[in-house]
């Protein structure tokens, strides 16, 4: 017997009903890498108008809020996460009218808008940081960075160990008008972007004035930057495990990262988001990037006085194994669900390499991998995703099966992170490739510049967004479906999930209820039984042999 897997069922069960719980907790958010998301000035790079422009396209993919990627002024040595005014638009995408705009467009569409924040530090351009410089040693301009002298003869050598995600120092030595060598400072990051010290009040104070600017324009929330970062251990003590740091870039530096203060900023952010909340109605939310792997430490953002939700990057980073997906998602959920939370799900975005390049076996820099394999496993994790209780946010071009170009030419890579690490680590380009929306354009309908600030591989046409519309079993399709029934169905509101089959061993087929709803996920090499008695509503492959579900594939069912 062979079944073809029809277009989206209308499952007999009420398809609307109360929704008491706040927005973020079950939306879709889409998040929108602006310089490669669409260019509407022939520049090469994406830009506001941009996004104006397709924000119809969003509204049919039927996402609930789109997240823009650091929009700000920025010399832009690390794509904008270097912020030089954090008040304004860089003429780059636009102005401050053209956000608005953008802004008003989508609350007219139904879409929320959340935008980056970036708190841990600011561009060296910063009218604060060149205020610093030009003050001098034991300044109160000064204080609102990390300065120290530095060690060894003549203060040659930096105050610390610490490394730099980017690699290298996390110190850059200053110099005085005269030539001379002063002081140093701290950066996490590029040596452009350096850290603010948050054991200031004016800091928090800034940020407090930042964050009413743009919730007074409108936007429905942020999603904060190095949210585990910010505060520093006071004397800035050596690090054990610093040459640990540099190599995986997963920072462990207990003086540096995940400090008991910095849940007193997120309080404090909380209760500013809540009272704008309570003067208009309307719920802002606060997504924390936490870069901390432990659940338990994850949730601890997620008390109810503190942020609304963070990452749950663990489940981007787990295998394709059923065992380990059952794992990941039972810890997540029990974690994060106790803190009065809901788990924000990720399988993509602009800092890792695309999920259909790990799930083949591929490597930035290296072989693409099995991409059919990568893509068949990519639906299906989509799929199991989109069924989770909580939220899910998706990266642009995800829901276009996009896979990571992984050979782009070293004279092509932009990422501060390659370029500091001596080319060590390849760096996050590859997932950063502008969008394909138009096959036979010079740059797939992106630009009408005659190339995209990164080069887009020929390889992209086939999966431009106007090559999947006339395909029924395109991925773009395959993600519409889904999120027309998650919204569809009222039990896939709501935190209750119950595990009806528990892989026993390596590969193996997962499967949980949210009531009515059956989500089957066999990660093995083999067809499996489909459960009796269901019916298919939306399946990541096409057909199925012999009344088995395939390998490598997920399926919702009606029960």
């Known amino acids: 017997m062979t079944i073809t897997a029809p277009a989206p069922a209308t499952p007999e069960l009420p398809m609307s009903g109360p929704h008491d719980e706040p927005w973020w907790r079950t939306a879709v958010v889409y ?21 104006l422009e397709r924000l119809p396209y969003l509204r049919r993919l039927g996402v609930d809020a789109i997240w823009l990627s650091p929009f700000y002024p920025s010399p832009q040595h690390d794509h904008g996460y270097d912020v030089a005014d954090y008040e304004d638009v860089d003429p780059r995408f636009g102005d401050l009218d053209l956000l608005r705009r953008v802004v008003d467009r989508a609350h007219a569409l139904g879409l929320r808008v959340v935008i980056d924040i970036v708190p841990n530090h600011c561009s060296t351009d910063h009218s604060w940081f060149q205020a610093a410089l030009a003050a001098g040693p034991a300044s109160p301009e000064r204080a609102l960075f990390h300065f120290a002298d530095g060690r ?65 324009l409108g936007v429905d929330g ?52 809540d009272a704008y909340e309570q003067r208009d ?46 794992d990941v998602i039972r810890r997540g959920m029990a974690a994060i669900t106790a803190s009065g939370s809901a788990v924000s799900w990720v399988l993509n975005n602009h800092d890792m390499p695309r999920v259909v390049t790990r799930y083949a076996g591929g490597e ?8 059919a394999m990568g893509e068949r496993r990519a639906r299906a994790a989509a799929l199991m995703m989109l069924a989770l209780p909580g939220s899910a946010y998706l990266y642009q071009g995800e829901e276009l099966g996009l896979a990571e170009v992984v050979d782009l030419p070293t004279s092509a890579l932009q990422d501060p992170m390659y370029h500091r690490s001596g080319g060590v680590r390849r760096g996050r380009d590859g997932c950063r490739v502008p969008m394909p929306w138009q096959a036979g354009e010079p740059t797939l309908g992106f630009s009408t510049a005659a190339a995209a600030w990164l080069p887009q591989p020929q390889w992209f046409a086939p999966y431009g967004a106007d090559q999947q519309e006339d395909r029924g079993d395109s991925t773009l399709h395959l993600y519409r479906a889904a999120l027309a029934l998650r919204s569809a169905i009222p039990d896939l509101r709501g935190d209750g999930l119950v595990w009806t089959e528990v892989p026993e061993g390596p590969g193996g087929t997962l499967a949980f209820r949210r009531g009515r709803l059956l989500c089957t996920v066999n990660c093995g090499p083999a067809p499996v039984p489909a459960p009796e008695d269901a019916v298919l509503l939306l399946s990541s492959v096409g057909e199925f042999t012999d009344g088995k579900q395939p390998a490598e594939s997920a399926v919702w069912w009606l029960v």
């Open 31 to 51: 998040q929108i890498y602006i310089r490669s998301f669409r260019d509407s000035t022939g520049t090469g790079t994406g830009d506001l108008g941009g996004v």
């Open 152 to 216: 060894g003869p003549d203060g040659a050598e930096p105050p610390n160990n610490w490394r730099s995600i980017f690699g290298g120092s996390s110190w850059a030595r200053t110099t005085t008008a005269d030539g001379i060598p002063g002081q140093w400072y701290l950066h996490s990051f590029a040596p452009e972007q350096a850290d603010f010290n948050w054991a200031d009040p004016r800091v928090g104070d800034y940020f407090d004035t930042v964050l009413r600017f743009w919730l007074d």
């Open 222 to 273: 942020f999603r904060i930057d190095v949210a585990h970062g910010l505060h520093k251990q006071h004397g800035l003590p050596d690090d054990p495990y610093a040459a640990l740091d540099e190599s995986t870039g997963d920072p462990v530096n207990a003086a540096a990262w995940n400090r008991p203060e910095v849940h007193e900023v997120w309080r404090r952010w909380r209760a500013l988001t």
């Open 281 to 326: 109605g309307r719920a802002r939310v606060l997504v924390g990037e936490i870069g901390v792997l432990d659940p338990a430490q994850v949730a601890l953002y997620q008390r109810p006085d503190e942020l609304h939700q963070s990452f749950f990057f663990e489940f981007l980073r787990t295998d394709w194994d059923a065992m380990a997906f059952h």
């Open 364 to 371: 930035p820099g290296g072989s693409p991998g099995d991409v």
